[in-house]
């Protein structure tokens, strides 16, 4: 097997010192253009590679970050990872994902070697905000931020939408629109934006005056497609005297297979269901009935949780900050007709 070649081989070829190769690897701005084009002329010709690991140890941490998502499979988190994967590559930084599940013993298996990685930050959108692990990482040195979720504490940055403003922007567009039957769709509970946007849409109905009975909350067993559709099935099975007219989903992942199944029952919308969905991600537009959804700053979310963890990495002087940011409705033809 052919030996790999060294600092030292570059330095040779080139015809100048080690130090101006490892200027030219880590302070490219102190080498002259002329001088750091021949340097790097001659790693191409020797099909020069650095030794990252080594460089790592040398510095305490990699040029690399980590987002610890959800799931994987829900484009709200793959476009909050696009954000602070852009923001990222504008610190001259790569960003790691990782796939928790949803699954508590997944996400500290994924932190812990993370930690041992020394990747100079991390981003989580955690199964429980309040645990532990959380505070481990920081321990060990790593700095750490919070995303799509709040904790009940200021220990971390994080970066958040007001969820229960957006459950209340849902269910006050429905009753503008002559909805007083109207079900709230997802779950958990355990999940706090679910309790969120609920908690939302019952402030919202309380405040139109209408009687309690009549905002109808249909559980789920999570935020999919199929758990959408199987929820269309319930709704769709009420009697005419009791089914609402309206239906909040918890995401868009619920309203989509909610929009499927009522396609498949042969049902008109917003005729005989208007929907309401929330994140706005790309396919609630693109939907065959396009959806009416708070839309949620996806990928700025990520872009600012890139920015702090960077700025706790790097600035003596951070202080954690907490942002909330604000939802929006956008309205489309599942409630407009």
């Not at 904790?151 to 209340?168: H, I, K, P, T, Y």
């Not at 509970?189 to 109808?216: M, N, S």
């Amino acid at each position: 097997m052919a030996r790999a070649s060294s600092v030292k081989d570059v330095a040779a070829r080139a015809g100048v010192s080690l130090g101006t190769v490892s200027n030219v690897l880590n302070r490219p701005e102190r080498v002259s253009p002329a001088t750091r084009s021949r340097v790097e002329d001659a790693m191409r010709e020797l099909g020069f590679v650095r030794n990252e690991s080594a460089r790592q140890l040398r510095a305490g941490h990699s040029r690399t970050l980590a987002y610890v998502l959800l799931d994987a499979r829900n484009p709200f988190f793959t476009d909050v990872a696009e954000g602070a994967e852009r923001a990222a590559e504008d610190a001259g930084l790569s960003l790691f994902l990782c796939h928790s599940d949803n699954r508590a013993t997944r996400e500290s298996d994924y932190l812990a070697h993370l930690v041992e990685q020394r990747v100079q930050g991390v981003l989580v959108t955690p199964v429980d905000p309040q645990a532990q692990v959380l505070s481990d990482v920081r321990r060990n040195g790593t700095p750490l931020v919070i995303v799509d979720r709040t904790r009940q504490d200021e220990a971390f940055c994080s970066v958040a939408v007001d969820d229960v403003l957006g459950g209340r922007l849902a269910v006050e567009h429905l009753v503008e629109r002559g909805h007083t039957r109207v079900a709230f769709i997802g779950g958990p509970e355990t999940i706090g934006q679910v309790r969120d946007r609920l908690a939302g849409a019952r402030g919202a109905w309380a405040d139109a005056g209408l009687p309690d009975d009549q905002l109808t909350v249909v559980a789920t067993e999570g935020l999919t497609v199929v758990e959408g559709r199987s929820a269309g099935e319930r709704v769709m099975g009420m009697s005419n005297r009791v089914r609402p007219t309206a239906a909040f989903c918890a995401n868009d992942l619920l309203a989509l297979g909610l929009l499927q199944q009522l396609s498949t029952a042969g049902a008109s919308v917003p005729g005989d269901l208007a929907i309401v969905g929330y994140d706005d991600i790309e396919y609630a537009a693109a939907a065959a009935v396009p959806l009416t959804s708070v839309r949620q700053p996806r990928q700025e979310l990520g872009r600012r949780a890139t920015e702090l963890v960077l700025d706790e990495a790097e600035n003596p002087d951070h202080h954690h900050q907490q942002l909330v940011f604000t939802p929006e409705l956008v309205a489309r033809r599942s409630t407009l007709g």
